[in-house]
């Protein structure tokens, strides 16, 4: 029998070459803690900032490479992604779940698979 290993963290900052071909955020409410090695916005909260409690400014082009832990907390942050509408997130595709038809297939304008998996 296989076992899916566990995550020792819930924090995979995103690689640099992605974050330069999509080009400039102004935010990323799902910023990594300080020390940081490469900014991923102009302003990058952490979850000590609550990013889902505060008010994304209407305009911003928002960066949104969420934690992948509880369902619910990836629900809130995909939720208020597609409400904003001005965003590009980097998910898992788990193209069958429920979160990914209902918040992904049903609400995004766009979709891009990447060959292979991008190293963290």
Known sequence: MSRSPV???HTWLTPPDILDAL?????DPCACPEPRPWPTATTM??????P???SWPEAARVWLN????PRAVLDG???RMADHGRCIAMLFARTETETFHRLVWQRATSLLFLKGRPHF
């Open 45 to 50: 909260w952490t979850r000590e900032d609550q």
């Open 52 to 54: 889902l409690q505060r």
């Open 66 to 69: 969420p934690p992948f832990g």
């Open 77 to 79: 942050f995909l939720s």
């Open 7 to 9: 995550a020792q963290t």
């Open 23 to 27: 080009g400039p955020f102004d935010l």
